[in-house]
């Protein structure tokens, strides 16, 4: 066990360590608490919060455009893509993101959810209306890039990440159908599958309940997926092969206690350059070390669902609820 570094002693004599931080005229409460003294070299002591757009219904997926430098982000109900960039606030980046029917649709989430780009820049986008992976072409069409696995179409996917090598890795849970896990039209499993760059659509995974976010560690020899399954909430891992499957996978960290019926639990994450964990919950975020041991959290009081390297790489971007937020910290990407 590590000793308890000043952060922790702190949190242990007062019982959490809050610092007060004004947004305009609202006050925000951001309780961080260290559990490792690998946590300090991650977070600043002094680190602030910041509310960057709010009035949204529900964000997810939010990623950073380097060359752009702007922030992309989805409002699932909405059924759209909305770009921020400092100094300028929040606009209409892409409507009809997840969902392209003439008529109403059915279910409350029919917007896009992960977001990522490829490596020519474009955006890369989790579609649940249509329930596809689909891609931004320059010029504005929307091009589907898969939306079936040995012939049924896929469930509503979720979120997603490239490899150096151009593969495509995704979560599909049926969180974004109509009736979710009761809908007539789910598919007959809720999968992890990896659409390689010649196109070749593989499932990897077949047993996870509720697969919801997925990243890789910065040598990509290792998959995490986090399941939000009410009985096995947790962020997963699993030793990635050399032709690019993976093996029989293990619970890195076990989530239960953040777990909020129904299947709101362990969501978005990305990881730092030394292979930590920054994964949204209920209530906040949690960084966990490669090793499984749960370093120290940041609790924002929000349900927060993603997160994402923006700017220099070192500040992190999170969505949640009807806002998305801003926090710089002392480690960042190792590539975004």
Known sequence: MNALCPRLMAATLLGMLVQSVTIGAEPVALVITSLDSRFDQLVP???????????????????????????????????????WK????ASLFVKNSG???????????????????????????????????????????????VDHYDGHKLNSPNDLVFTSNGDLYFTDPPFGLPKAFDDPGKAPVQGVYR????????????????????????????LYVSDVDPKRAAWLAYDVKADGTVAEG?????AMRWRKDPFFGPDGFKVDRKGNIFGA????????????????????????SNVA??????????????SVYRLRLATGADRY
């Not at 986008?125 to 891609?135: A, E, F, K, S, V």
């Open 86 to 89: 400092p100094g300028e606030g």
């Open 309 to 322: 390297w923006g700017e220099d790489g070192q500040t992190l971007f999170m969505t949640g609820g009807s």
């Open 45 to 83: 002591r002094d680190a602030r919060l910041e509310k960057i757009v709010d009035g949204f219904t529900w964000v997810e997926g939010p990623v950073w455009h380097k060359q752009g430098e702007y922030l992309l982000f989805s409002d699932i109900p909405a059924n759209a893509v909305y770009k």
């Open 99 to 145: 969902y392209s029917g003439s008529t109403p649709y059915a279910g409350k989430e029919p917007g896009s959810n992960g977001l990522t780009l490829d490596a020519q820049g474009r955006l890369v986008l989790c579609r649940h209306g249509d329930r596809q992976i689909g891609r931004l072409e320059s010029h504005g069409t929307m091009v589907p890039l």
């Open 281 to 304: 919950r209920p209530g906040g975020i949690s960084v966990i070390a490669p090793d499984g041991t749960l370093l120290g959290t940041i609790e924002t009081g929000q349900p927060m």
């Open 250 to 254: 293990r619970v890195l960290f076990d």
């Open 195 to 222: 659409l390689s760059h010649d196109g070749a659509l593989t499932l990897l995974i077949n047993d996870i309940k509720a697969p919801n976010g997925i990243a890789f560690s910065p040598d990509e020899k290792t």
